[in-house]
């Protein structure tokens, strides 16, 4: 029997056995987008797609008994997993669940599905075991008070930033190369193509650190329910800058602070540490690559001469 997307939803309502959000999008896929149906199409028993989402659901003995969710990062190459709700009292592993969703995506033309997840999380092992490969892992710091701690070393080295451009991302994408091991942008993207379908563009306000023709470090911050997200990517010749740059993206904002901060760039942890931060949460990003769907054309019958 078909399964309807209300149908599933409906299951997601308190008492009804599912798990809560076992992944941690960054807050770019969420469920709430599914709720408009217009448009959904069924592939198969199980799984619903639209133009911007896959909708993956275990159904078993008339109930569901594991849901996910995912949708585009940037574009249609890079997909994240933004729900993933399992049943623990009777429900699939966790592994065939995600085996269900990345079959959808990649029948959508996906070629990297992102998985986000504490890093102490059971799913870690589980992911692996449904072929997704560890990228890295990053720390969430916070900053909750809302006039800014003092900044230690403020005034030490004064640099010019100004506003990123879209003239900016062959630069940003060499910083990416540069910032980034090899191994990670092995999984995350090594051609630019790639780099820009799993980057998400849409996060407010961005910055710049040009020096001599090159981009020495990028920054970025949104404003999200009443607290700032922000990120930040420096070249690994110009770490002496970190102090500065930071300053810089925190001045004048007196408001809670939260910052991501990959484990490839070694010296932020330390400098939000100074500027008041504390880190909060602990997250592991897994990738699994995703291979191209291609139709099977119709056997021609034979004609005989």
């Known amino acids: 029997m078909p399964l309807r997307l209300m149908d599933a939803a409906r299951r997601l309502l308190p008492g009804a056995g599912l798990s809560n959000n076992l992944a941690s999008p960054r807050g770019r896929s969420r469920w709430h987008a599914t709720k408009n149906t217009a448009g959904l199409a069924l592939l198969r028993e199980g799984v619903l797609a ?24 940037s574009g249609p190459l890079a997909w994240e997993l933004g729900g993933l709700h399992i049943d623990d009292s009777v429900g699939p592993s966790v592994a065939a669940v995600l085996e269900l ?21 059971p799913l870690v092992d589980s992911a692996r075991r449904a072929g997704f490969f560890p990228a890295y892992q990053e720390s969430l710091f916070v900053r909750r008070e809302v006039s800014p701690a ?3 070393g403020s005034g030490a080295q004064p640099i010019n930033v100004r506003a990123y451009t ?22 995350i993207g090594m051609t630019r193509d790639e780099w820009l379908h799993a980057h998400p563009r849409s996060f407010g306000r961005e910055w710049v650190l040009e020096q001599d023709g090159k981009l020495d470090a990028h920054f ?20 002496h ?36 931060f504390q880190e909060s949460a602990h997250f592991a990003i897994l990738v699994r690559t995703l291979a191209a769907t291609v139709p099977v054309p119709r056997a021609t019958p034979a004609v005989e001469a």
Request: a neutral charge; glycine letters at 8%; hydrophobic letters at 45%.
């Open 241 to 276: 800058l970190v102090e500065p740059v930071l300053d810089c993206a925190l001045a004048e904002h007196r408001t809670a602070w939260q910052w991501l901060t990959p484990e490839y760039q070694p010296l932020l942890p330390g400098a939000l540490a100074a500027r008041g």
């Open 101 to 121: 969703v990345a079959g959808a995506v990649a029948q959508k033309g996906g070629r990297r599905l992102f998985l986000r997840v504490p890093a102490a999380s």
């Open 220 to 239: 970025r911050q949104a404003l999200r329910r009443g607290v700032l997200e922000g990120e930040m990517i420096l070249h690994p010749d110009t770490g």
């Open 150 to 152: 003092p900044v230690a």
């Open 166 to 187: 879209s003239d900016d991302e062959a630069n940003l994408f060499h910083l990416y190369c540069a910032a980034v091991p090899a191994p990670v942008r092995a999984l």
């Open 50 to 73: 639209s133009p911007s989402s896959c909708i993956a659901a275990w159904p078993e003995h008339g109930r569901v008994q594991g849901l996910t969710y995912a949708s585009p990062l």
